[in-house]
């Protein structure tokens, strides 16, 4: 079936270094693909999405590129923050209206 | 913020019981989705409603039970409830944008308490 892997963590940077967590995914066809965010005792924010091969999502300097070739979908951030001390989930969506597939989620923590 | 609104943030229950999980959806949103959030399972798609019908299910137990309303607010329902039922439940509802691409929005969550 459709699923989404990703580097689970715990990642702990120090700030502004530079921030990949990957991402691939399982799926037949063509799906969205989403990073969304958790802050702590939060719910969930869209972070950024890319609906078709070789689109870049990007957001508060957040950035991931649909590769079809390699079915990755890679989260990057030049210079993390405090901040952005989250869990990032991956995710795909088939086709419009349909469920999230979420990947385990990624726990980021970034210290001074 | 989000624009969807779920009611109640913290509920703390006993085994046994049943509690009702209110969601209310962006304006204009016609599809609501709940999904559950607990450690050992993740985030999880339990069931999503279409301007009142129901159109997908996912994992939802038997005991679990979900409705929308002709205003477009759903209600989820937890019955017979046990202690692996403690978790972290979202509502989303979804837009399709300019682009032919929908967007789940997600609420805040309810977080479940079984004792």
């Known amino acids: 079936g459709d699923s989404v892997t990703q580097m689970e963590g715990p990642v702990t940077l120090s700030e502004e270094a530079f921030l990949t967590i990957n991402c691939t995914y399982t799926a037949t066809g063509y799906p969205s693909l989403f990073w969304y965010v958790q802050y702590p005792g939060e719910g969930l924010q869209l972070l950024l999405k890319a609906t078709k091969a070789d689109d870049k999502g990007s957001n508060k300097g957040f950035e991931a590129t649909y590769r079809k070739e390699t079915t990755s979908f890679h989260l990057e951030k030049g210079s993390v923050q405090v901040s952005d001390s989250a869990v990032y989930f991956c995710?795909?969506?088939?086709?419009?209206?349909?469920?999230?597939?979420f990947g385990p989620g990624t726990s980021l923590s970034v210290i001074p | 913020d989000s624009g969807v609104t779920q009611t109640p943030k913290h509920l703390i229950t006993a085994t046994g019981q049943r509690v009702t999980l209110r969601c209310s959806p962006r304006?204009?949103?016609?599809?609501v989705y709940w999904y559950q959030q607990s450690l050992d399972q993740g985030l999880q798609f339990l069931i999503q409603?279409?301007?009142?019908?129901?159109?997908a299910k996912g994992n939802i137990l038997e005991r679990f039970s979900a409705q929308q309303f002709p205003d477009l607010h759903s209600e989820l329902n937890l019955s017979s409830l046990e202690l692996g039922d403690s978790a972290l439940y979202f509502c989303?509802?979804?837009?399709?944008?300019?682009?032919?691409?929908?967007?789940?929005?997600f609420g805040p969550g309810t977080r479940l308490l079984v004792l």
């Open positions: 995710a795909l969506r088939k086709t419009s209206y349909d469920k999230v597939i």
């Open positions: 989303a509802s979804s837009v399709v944008g300019s682009g032919g691409g929908e967007t789940q929005y």
């Open positions: 304006s204009g949103d016609l599809s």
């Open positions: 409603y279409y301007n009142g019908e129901e159109r």
